[in-house]
């Protein structure tokens, strides 16, 4: 494909998750909740954790905001729930990387799946906090998550 059947696709793939955004609402079982805004866009998302031992067993969220920030955090639950945290944190490593380099690294389909639609926002630096909300929202509430569960064990 060229670079402009590319753009295309990947706009697609945002705008499908935007309008039918996987795994959406918060859910009762959770065992952390956070809440993270991007003052710049106006983006907000709530979103719950639910650990079972090392398996990210669910992800549940609410988010407000332009489309980027509500596709990319549908592409993220799709992405993480189910996974080992190990697993979900590569994800959010590679996915991180990404949008950090500018549009210069190529994007590994193999881990990212419909994340690497989100290389084209790479390269508008206002935009990649919008497609970083929702990881950062999910790395936090995990990161707390496990916190707890060293804090119940000792
Ligand atoms: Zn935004």
Same mark, same amino acid.
Request: hydrophobic residues 40%; contains cysteine.
């Given at each position: ?49 639910? =650990? ?26 799709? =992405? ?75």
């Amino acid at each position: 494909m060229n670079a402009a059947n590319v753009d295309a696709l990947y706009q697609e793939i945002i705008l499908d998750h935007y309008k039918n955004p996987q795994g959406e609402g918060l859910r009762d079982d959770f065992d952390t909740e956070v809440h993270h805004v991007n003052p710049t866009c106006g983006d907000e998302i709530t979103l719950r954790v639910d =650990l079972d031992g090392d398996i990210v067993k669910d992800v549940s969220y609410a988010a407000e905001g332009c489309s980027i920030s509500q596709a990319s955090a549908s592409v993220m639950y799709e =992405l993480v729930h189910g996974k080992t945290v190990a697993q979900a944190f590569a994800i959010l490593d590679e996915f991180h990387a990404m949008m950090q380099s500018k549009g210069q690294i190529e994007p590994n389909e193999d881990v990212l799946e419909d994340a690497i639609a989100f290389a084209g926002v790479a390269k508008f630096p206002a935009r990649v906090k919008c497609a970083l909300l929702g990881w950062m929202a999910w790395k936090d509430a995990t990161s707390a998550a496990l916190s707890l569960k060293e804090q119940e064990q000792s």
